[in-house]
């Protein structure tokens, strides 16, 4: 667990207007939440799952987060993460530039998105998941 704990608390975060964005560590928590009221069930974290999107949305409401940042930028940006993948349709996928492709790109070539095995295994656990998520909110989203 402290090696994924690790992991998760070093992503990179993009820039926004009021500084680094938190839309990664958000759409991690909602992920999280999502597991945890068990509307996520299976590792397929999948672009157009709505619990997922509200969930984050709240997120980013609740910790209020200057700009709404969409969904789909966590979403296809966390794969430059080593415990996040992005699943394609083809293996001639696009290679990752840094570039957002479209809502319609992902529909069309994107099967879903998944965590590693092992740290989803470990996600299934409540204790675990509230350390990490405790840890995320520490890091993250407490202003000190």
């Not at 990664?24 to 590792?43: D, G, H």
């Not at 570039?99 to 996600?123: H, Q």
């Amino acid at each position: 667990i402290q090696l994924y704990n690790d992991l998760i608390l070093s992503v990179k975060r993009g820039n926004s207007i009021s500084g680094l964005s938190n839309a990664k560590p958000l759409f991690i928590l909602s992920v999280l939440e999502c597991i945890a009221l068990k509307t996520l069930t299976e590792n397929r974290i999948m672009f157009n799952d709505i619990n997922l999107k509200e969930t984050y949305n709240a997120f980013v409401r609740y910790y209020n987060e200057r700009s709404l940042t969409p969904i789909i930028l966590p979403y296809f940006h966390l794969n430059s993460s080593e415990f996040y993948h992005l699943i394609w349709r083809k293996d001639d996928r696009p290679p990752y530039s840094g570039k957002t492709p479209s809502e319609k790109y992902l529909r069309e070539n994107l099967c879903y998105a998944k965590f590693d095995d092992e740290l989803w295994e470990i996600l299934q656990d409540a204790e675990s998941r509230e350390f990490i998520r405790r840890n995320i909110i520490t890091r993250y989203l407490i202003k000190q």
